[in-house]
């Protein structure tokens, strides 16, 4: 058999087989995630509240702390604890052992003030005390940084013209365009209420912009942001199931 031969052979094959394969199914599958802690040692959790800063416009602390409550009620196992939001910056600014002649920034407005806050979750006596009045629970804090954000990007979009003998032609224009919004930065923070020790610790960061000419009231914008990081938190806490398909021919 010659290589012409036998090429002819492999396209016929490949054409009565494409011929047969006239069906296919689409089976829908489910992708196991294991949770990155082990919860199995807890049956209650305290989302405590976090060091929070940067816009006015949203209370990055209560609405943190509501929103994290509100989804491990429908989507955790774990009894979730009712009670008021800690005050964590004066627990940071009673514990530091910096000099203490230097107040701390209040409010916060920047990463480099959360910073000088973050100590607070290094304090293994108090998280303990917190989790012997809560009944040793998880407890769940962080810290919280949702800012304004503004940005210039290059946007590309196709236009008509006409060359010089009239005829008709797409061509591709570039322009600045101002475009604002909003970031997301922070981290969740999980502490044994046994202990006092943190278990794990999850940074996230996330930013959304528009065009300059809408608006967007920034706790619509937090919510949207909140919505892309709360798939993970949850995996952090429970094993999770990624849905999906695979297509089978026939």
């Keep these: 058999m010659t290589a012409r031969t036998s090429r002819t052979v492999v396209s016929l094959a490949a054409v009565v087989f494409t011929a047969a394969c006239t069906s296919f199914y689409e089976i829908p599958i489910e992708t196991p995630i294991k949770a990155k802690l082990d919860v199995a040692a807890f049956q209650r959790v305290l989302v405590a509240g976090f060091l929070a800063g940067g816009a006015d ?21 774990m009894r ?14 009673g514990d530091r052992t910096t000099d203490a002649a230097t107040p701390l920034p209040n409010p916060i407005k920047d990463d480099k003030d ?11 006596g108090y998280w303990k005390k917190v989790g012997e009045e809560f009944q040793q629970p998880l407890i769940v804090t962080g810290t919280v940084m949702f800012v304004s954000r503004q940005q210039t990007q290059v946007q590309q979009r196709e236009a008509e013209d006409f060359d010089s003998l009239g005829r008709r032609r797409t061509v591709a224009e ?45 706790l619509s914008s ?5 919505d892309k990081l709360i798939p993970s938190f949850l995996a952090t806490l429970s094993s999770q199931k990624v849905k999906g398909s695979r297509v089978l021919l026939n």
């Excluded at 959360?114 to 293994?124: G, P, R």
């Excluded at 937090?222 to 909140?226: A, C, G, I």
């Design 57 to 77: 416009d949203v209370d990055g602390n209560l609405e943190t702390t509501r929103l994290l409550r509100s989804q491990l009620r429908t989507k955790s196992q």
């Design 80 to 93: 979730v604890i009712d009670a008021d939001v800690l005050p964590l910056m004066d627990v940071a600014g």
């Design 114 to 124: 959360l910073t000088q806050y973050e100590h607070v979750f290094a304090n293994v």
């Design 174 to 218: 570039r322009r600045l365009v101002e475009r604002k919004g909003f970031g997301l930065t922070g981290r969740f923070v999980f502490i044994d209420g046994r202990t006092g020790a943190t278990l794990y610790s999850q940074k996230f960061t996330e930013s959304i912009l528009y065009d300059s000419n809408r608006q967007t009231p920034a």
């Design 222 to 226: 937090y919510f949207e942001l909140m």
